[in-house]
């Protein structure tokens, strides 16, 4: 990417929001996205502005917020919330349990499913949902700091 280009994915965020396009506060911003997103390709930036605006968020897209869509969007791989980690946890664990076949779930699921004795089978009260949620979190954020902060995702 060069920063040509990234100053007109800059200028569509500006414009859709009504934000300054020249200017001091325009270079400013310009530079911060450059330090953020030098590493990425400008297509990924340019269709994460485009979901962003189709979606039509009240605020201005912060920097982090495209950077993350954009790795994601690279990655294919989005990590699962807290609710669909607990479900994928408790799918692998009533097939597992019936004997049938299941998806396995997420890495990060897995992950943390490998944290509790058993692989977690034991978990299946409201408290242990949330015990799980906590450990699960814990280990997101890891993942998040590896993934987003740059690096081989990148």
Known sequence: MDKDALAGAVKLVCVNWNLPTVGPPFQDRCRLWWDF?????????????????????????????????????????????????????????????????????????????????????ALRTNSDRDLFLSAYDRIVQNAEKERYLG????
């Open 37 to 121: 997103l030098n590493d990425v390709e400008i297509d990924l930036v340019n269709e994460a502005i485009k979901q962003l605006i189709s979606l039509d968020q009240r605020f201005p897209p912060r920097v982090g917020q495209v950077r993350r869509l954009v790795i994601d969007m690279k990655l294919k791989d989005p990590i699962p919330s807290p609710p669909e980690a607990w479900a994928q946890l408790r799918s692998a664990i009533d097939a597992s349990e019936a004997g049938v076949t299941f998806q396995k779930p997420h890495d990060l699921v897995g992950q943390t499913m490998r944290s509790f004795p058993n692989s977690g089978t």
């Open 151 to 154: 690096g081989s995702n990148t």
